[in-house]
């Protein structure tokens, strides 16, 4: 049992809840998943089973797309409405004064990751020593907004939704936070949901609901996706049955008797099949060496 499964992750589930009911709906321990979603945020959690579980570090496609809603005059220590209350200002901003503030978010920014995360700082998870009471200096890191719209904006009760395409690492709720230092009246966020990740969105996502009914009927496992769906856009290397044979078995394949794909100068990952175009796994060309070096094997050995 190997393949992909993309769930629409519900509210008040962490991650691992949703690892856990599918270990149960599948009937299987080997189950991971990628892009770790807050409780409160709801969306595309893509859940890696069997083989697949080996994808988590190597996915090509790791830019996500959110809507988020957030209001201004207040802020939290979470950065989010599950939070404590730290501030309170008063809101002399509106719609227009929102958009445009975005500008300056669009594109590279420096984002401070929050406490309130799974960053790991000397061993130690920011969540743990935030909820200790504990702050410790971080460094900002370089994020990515590839697309930042404003959607809707209710005046009244200083409440905006975005629509956010960015780059891996990036915090939804300290970008909310920065958008309301900007104006003066501090942000927090008040919802999030995700709606695309590692190349999926929600079209291709079933409700926990939907999976349930599947698994009663004993056809959850018809919609695992192939291991391959997730490297689709790589540049792809055909390899003959001798070759296949042995890739499988570790051995370092001389470039100079491969056809690879034109694309591929750069020594960026490539897409391993064998000769009936089944899924062998992801390596990249080592030029210095002469060899097509393995990155991950998802085939059987032999």
Request: net charge negative; hydrophobic share 40%.
């Given at each position: 049992?190997?393949?992909?499964?993309?769930?629409?992750?519900?509210?008040?589930?962490?991650?691992?809840?949703?690892?856990?009911?599918?270990?149960?709906?599948?009937?299987?321990?080997?189950?991971?998943?990628?892009?770790?979603l807050d409780p409160m945020a709801t969306g595309v959690l893509p859940i890696f089973v069997g083989r697949a579980t080996k994808c988590s570090d190597i996915l090509p496609n790791q830019n996500k797309r959110y809507t988020a809603v957030f209001e201004l005059g207040y802020t939290t220590d979470t950065l989010d409405a599950t939070g404590r209350v730290l501030s309170r200002s008063e809101?002399?901003?509106?719609?227009?004064?929102?958009?445009?503030?975005?500008?300056?978010?669009?594109?590279?920014?420096?984002?401070?990751?929050?406490?309130?995360?799974?960053?790991?700082?000397?061993?130690?998870?920011?969540?743990?020593?935030?909820?200790?009471?504990?702050?410790?200096?971080?460094?900002?890191?370089?994020?990515?907004?590839?697309?930042?719209?404003?959607?809707?904006?209710?005046?009244?009760?200083?409440?905006?939704?975005?629509?956010?395409?960015?780059?891996?690492?990036?915090?939804?709720?300290?970008?909310?936070?920065?958008?309301?230092?900007?104006?003066?009246?501090?942000?927090?966020?008040?919802?999030?949901?995700?709606?695309?990740?590692?190349?999926?969105?929600?079209?291709?996502?079933?409700?926990?609901?939907?999976?349930?009914?599947?698994?009663?009927?004993?056809?959850?496992?018809?919609?695992?996706?192939?291991?391959?769906?997730?490297?689709?856009?790589?540049?792809?290397?055909?390899?003959?049955?001798?070759?296949?044979?042995?890739?499988?078995?570790?051995?370092?394949?001389?470039?100079?008797?491969?056809?690879?794909?034109?694309?591929?100068?750069?020594?960026?990952?490539?897409?391993?099949?064998?000769?009936?175009?089944?899924?062998?796994?992801?390596?990249?060309?080592?030029?210095?060496?002469?060899?097509?070096?393995?990155?991950?094997?998802?085939?059987?050995?032999?």
């Open positions: 049992m190997d393949g992909i499964i993309i769930m629409d992750k519900p509210e008040d589930f962490t991650s691992f809840d949703m690892v856990a009911k599918m270990r149960r709906l599948l009937g299987t321990r080997k189950v991971g998943h990628a892009g770790t809101v002399l901003v509106g719609k227009a004064e929102v958009e445009a503030a975005l500008e300056q978010f669009r594109g590279e920014i420096m984002q401070l990751p929050p406490m309130y995360s799974a960053i790991q700082i000397n061993g130690k998870r920011l969540y743990d020593l935030a909820r200790q009471g504990i702050e410790i200096e971080r460094e900002k890191r370089p994020v990515t907004i590839t697309h930042l719209e404003l959607l809707d904006g209710d005046e009244e009760n200083h409440r905006y939704k975005i629509d956010v395409a960015c780059s891996k690492g990036t915090y939804i709720r300290t970008l909310c936070a920065d958008i309301g230092e900007a104006l003066g009246c501090g942000a927090t966020m008040t919802a999030l949901r995700r709606t695309e990740a590692a190349g999926f969105s929600l079209a291709d996502s079933l409700t926990l609901e939907q999976a349930e009914q599947l698994s009663q009927q004993g056809t959850l496992t018809d919609q695992l996706l192939p291991i391959a769906s997730l490297f689709s856009d790589l540049p792809q290397l055909s390899l003959s049955g001798k070759q296949e044979t042995m890739y499988r078995n570790g051995v370092k394949l001389d470039l100079n008797r491969l056809q690879l794909p034109v694309q591929q100068g750069d020594g960026g990952d490539i897409c391993v099949v064998g000769e009936d175009g089944t899924f062998l796994g992801i390596s990249f060309a080592d030029r210095e060496n002469g060899v097509l070096k393995l990155k991950k094997l998802f085939a059987l050995i032999g």
